[in-house]
């Protein structure tokens, strides 16, 4: 039995992805912050008799203290994981800095990603063909600003997002640098546009925009098929991204190595003196 941790796994994406392997026989952890739907998701495994193989657990992922909790809860309750699916992602339209000192859309959007697929690489390490799947549109145009990654200067919703996918292109660079000869193959994936539940606080001029975008974007059932085609044959090279089923060559400006080990370095510095234990990376 295969082991898949999904975060961002109660909606959209994330739980199209969890009910297929479930539905397959798979072990399957969901993560996301809302309570409810984190029970409505047992329940439902519950009356389909897959109650012993379902898992939630609930984290604010925006905040550095409960992304390590659930790391070291993943740790201790499971021997490995084959499949991390990184989904999880928040809008906002005006800045918010957490209890904890962070931009929200940085830490949410790119630190957590970062924590998890550094952290976990040991019960990756452990399965016989392991996968990151993380969900963040590679690719983009977003800028990098070297000088304030927090937007703390000039903020804007869509700049932070943009930005965030580019962060996550360069960590999928740097982790597959890290690790020559690693077992472990690291997908950036674009899923296109799709009429997922839009996680976000918005104007209502955004919201007029994305009722829009609804009638146009595809179906997430529709969606979900190329990422499940990954998981299910992950490709032979260290490092990979797709843009739904057309691969994309990681190569270039947007995923420049140099580029990559500077955030990296950038990345452990931010996260110097929080209590988080990511040795396996």
Same mark, same amino acid.
């Given at each position: 039995?295969?082991?898949?941790?999904?975060?961002?796994?109660?909606?959209?994406?994330?739980?199209? *992805?969890? =009910?297929?392997?479930?539905? &397959?026989? /798979? +072990? *399957?952890?969901? *993560?996301?912050?809302? #309570?409810?739907?984190?029970? #409505?998701?047992?329940?439902?495994?519950? &009356?389909?008799?897959?109650?012993?193989?379902?898992?939630?657990?609930?984290?604010?992922?925006?905040?550095?203290?409960?992304?390590?909790?659930?790391?070291?809860?993943?740790?201790?309750?499971?021997?490995?994981?084959?499949?991390? *699916?990184?989904?999880?992602?928040?809008?906002?339209?005006?800045?918010?800095?957490?209890?904890?000192?962070?931009?929200?859309?940085?830490?949410?959007?790119?630190?957590? &990603?970062?924590?998890?697929?550094?952290?976990?690489?040991? !019960?990756?390490?452990?399965?016989?063909?392991?996968?990151?799947?993380?969900?963040?549109?590679?690719?983009?145009?977003?800028?990098?600003?070297?000088?304030? !990654? /927090?937007?703390?200067?000039?903020?804007?919703?869509?700049?932070?997002?943009?930005?965030?996918?580019?962060?996550?292109?360069?960590?999928?660079?740097?982790?597959?640098? &890290?690790?020559?000869?690693?077992?472990?193959?690291?997908?950036?994936?674009?899923?296109?546009?799709?009429?997922?539940?839009?996680?976000?606080?918005?104007?209502? +001029?955004?919201? #007029? =925009?994305?009722?829009?975008?609804?009638?146009?974007? /595809?179906?997430? +059932?529709?969606?979900?098929?190329?990422?499940?085609?990954?998981?299910?044959?992950?490709?032979?090279?260290?490092?990979?991204?797709?843009?739904?089923?057309?691969?994309?060559l990681p190569q270039g400006p947007g995923?420049?190595?140099? /580029?990559?080990?500077?955030?990296?370095?950038?990345?452990?510095?931010?996260? #110097?003196?929080?209590?988080?234990?990511?040795?396996?990376?």
């Open positions: 039995m295969k082991t898949y941790v999904i975060t961002g796994g109660t909606d959209g994406i994330g739980a199209a *992805v969890a =009910r297929t392997y479930l539905e &397959r026989g /798979q +072990e *399957v952890v969901v *993560v996301g912050r809302d #309570a409810e739907k984190g029970e #409505a998701w047992l329940e439902a495994a519950r &009356r389909h008799d897959a109650a012993s193989r379902t898992h939630f657990l609930r984290a604010d992922l925006s905040l550095l203290s409960e992304t390590g909790a659930l790391l070291d809860t993943l740790r201790s309750s499971f021997a490995k994981v084959d499949a991390l *699916v990184l989904c999880a992602r928040h809008f906002r339209t005006t800045r918010l800095v957490t209890a904890e000192g962070f931009e929200n859309t940085f830490a949410h959007f790119y630190l957590s &990603r970062f924590v998890l697929s550094h952290g976990l690489t040991g !019960l990756l390490d452990s399965a016989d063909a392991p996968v990151i799947v993380n969900v963040a549109g590679p690719g983009g145009a977003g800028k990098i600003h070297w000088d304030d !990654l /927090q937007l703390a200067r000039e903020y804007d919703g869509h700049t932070a997002l943009t930005q965030g996918g580019r962060l996550n292109d360069l960590l999928g660079v740097a982790y597959a640098d &890290r690790r020559p000869g690693t077992k472990v193959r690291y997908v950036l994936f674009h899923p296109g546009t799709v009429n997922t539940g839009f996680s976000g606080e918005y104007t209502p +001029e955004t919201l #007029a =925009r994305i009722a829009d975008v609804r009638r146009t974007a /595809q179906p997430v +059932e529709e969606a979900v098929l190329p990422i499940i085609r990954v998981l299910d044959s992950p490709p032979d090279t260290a490092l990979s991204a797709f843009v739904r089923d057309t691969p994309l995923f420049s190595v140099e /580029q990559a080990r500077r955030l990296h370095l950038r990345t452990e510095g931010v996260l #110097a003196g929080h209590a988080l234990d990511t040795r396996s990376s």
